[in-house]
């Protein structure tokens, strides 16, 4: 089966922008052909997009799932990059859509019904006067038998 090469991208139609966090972008060759494989960019790098990667990209709210943008343009480069909480690029804004009130498909748990219990080894903590007292709560020790 013949894989068919995506259309080539002229390097006129490429523009220089900074990433604002990790992005994995089409790898494209000289010829401006796509090669099916991505590049990792990390955050701070200047990277050449099209202008349809670069809207991606820069694209904020339910339909790109970001607060904040991904990219902004070279010429903005300078000083410190942003500080962008991993929720600002994909949080709250995904949750999916309850199910219609005669559905029986699963329901999101309502507010407050789980909860985090922490529980500690009891050689977590220091022993207390009077805990020897106490009967033995867990394996009990097996006296020896005589060897065979």
């Given at each position: 089966m013949a894989q068919t090469a995506a259309p080539a991208v002229k390097v006129s139609d490429r523009k220089?922008?900074?990433?604002?966090?990790?992005?994995s972008i089409p790898q494209v060759t000289e010829a401006g052909l796509a090669t099916g494989q991505n590049d990792l960019i990390?955050?701070?790098?200047?990277?050449?997009?099209?202008?349809?990667?670069?809207?991606?990209?820069?694209?904020?709210?339910?339909?790109?799932?970001?607060?904040?943008?991904?990219?902004?343009p070279a010429a903005e480069a300078k000083?410190?990059?942003?500080?962008l909480m991993p929720?600002?690029?994909?949080?709250?804004?995904?949750?999916?859509?309850?199910?219609?009130?005669d559905s029986e498909m699963p329901r999101p748990d309502p507010p407050g019904s789980s909860k985090l219990v922490v529980t500690e080894p009891p050689e977590?903590?220091?022993?207390?006067?009077?805990?020897?007292?106490?009967?033995?709560?867990?394996a009990m020790d097996i006296p020896p038998r005589s060897a065979r």
């Open positions: 220089k922008y900074q990433a604002l966090t990790n992005l990390p955050a701070g790098e200047i990277v050449e997009l099209t202008e349809a990667q670069a809207r991606n990209l820069m694209g904020t709210g339910p339909k790109y799932g970001r607060q904040a943008p991904a990219i902004r000083g410190e990059l942003p500080k929720r600002q690029l994909s949080g709250t804004m995904r949750v999916p859509a309850p199910p219609p009130p977590a903590s220091e022993p207390k006067p009077g805990d020897e007292q106490l009967p033995p709560a867990g």
